[in-house]
């Protein structure tokens, strides 16, 4: 009996020692190993990916939003919408130098309503205050139907 009693002494004794060895261990090597990592590297070179060229957008690249400038109701509920458009470019590569035209619908009005604008370069030319029938409280939105350029 006092044999076994000796054995798992120096057993939990050597266990002990080998948790207290690898937390050692570990310790340096997040201590060491953090200070190596720091010292400076040459950077890898990088490459250089040529520009994407521009082309003619698609209708997913674009965005309008419709801002409501004035709105009259009469009481027949009848609603006359004054809004301007504003268009957002979403796209990822460059606008081309040549002029190009966005065709867009305007929903949430009695009918919907085709409009249109050009753009040449990145600057759009838009109408302003334009006039759409619609319900009390129309939500209007475009929506990009075609671009042609």
Same mark, same amino acid.
């Given at each position: 009996?006092?044999?076994?009693?000796?054995?798992?002494?120096? &057993?939990a004794g050597l266990a002990l020692f080998a948790i207290v060895a690898s937390a050692v261990g570990i310790a340096a090597?997040?201590? =060491?190993?953090?200070?190596?990592?720091?010292t400076p590297q040459a950077a890898a070179p990088r490459t250089t990916l040529a520009p994407p060229s521009p082309k003619v957008p698609t209708p997913i690249e674009f965005n309008v939003n419709?801002?409501?400038?004035d709105q009259t109701c009469a @009481?027949?509920?009848?609603? &006359?919408?004054?809004y301007?458009?504003?268009p957002k470019y979403i796209g990822l590569? @460059?606008?081309?130098?040549?002029? /190009?035209?966005? =065709?867009?619908?305007?929903?949430g009005g009695h009918q919907p309503q085709?409009?249109? /604008?050009? %753009?040449?370069?990145?600057? &759009?030319?838009?109408?302003?205050?334009?006039? %759409?029938?619609?319900?009390?409280n129309a939500r209007l939105q475009a929506v990009v139907m075609q671009v042609r350029g």
């Open positions: 009996m006092r044999v076994t009693r000796t054995m798992r002494r120096w &057993a090597v997040m201590i =060491f190993g953090s200070l190596t990592s720091q419709v801002i409501v400038t @009481p027949d509920n009848l609603c &006359a919408y004054k301007t458009i504003e590569h @460059p606008l081309p130098e040549t002029p /190009f035209t966005v =065709f867009y619908e305007v929903t085709r409009g249109e /604008f050009t %753009v040449q370069k990145d600057q &759009a030319k838009i109408l302003k205050d334009v006039v %759409v029938e619609g319900p009390p």
